[in-house]
C-alpha cells in the first residue's frame, strides 16, 4: 500500500500496514491518502 501527502506531495509505504494520523515527513495531521493503483483506475472507467 502506498500513501500520498495531500498538502507536501510526499509518498511512503507505511512500516506498520497502517495509515498514520500525520504525514512522517512534513507532520500535518489528516492529509494522508491511498495512492491508487493502476487496476484500480482501470475498474473505474
Keep these: ?5 495531500s498538502d507536501c506531495n ?4 507505511p512500516k506498520t500496514g497502517k ?3 500525520r504525514c512522517p ?3 500535518k ?3 494522508i491518502e491511498k495512492v ?3 487496476q484500480e483506475w482501470l475498474d473505474e472507467v
Design 1 to 5: 500500500m502506498k500513501l500520498h501527502c
Design 25 to 27: 515527513y512534513c507532520s
Design 36 to 38: 491508487k493503483e493502476m
Design 10 to 13: 510526499y509518498q511512503f509505504t
Design 19 to 21: 495509515v498514520p494520523e
Design 29 to 31: 495531521p489528516g492529509t
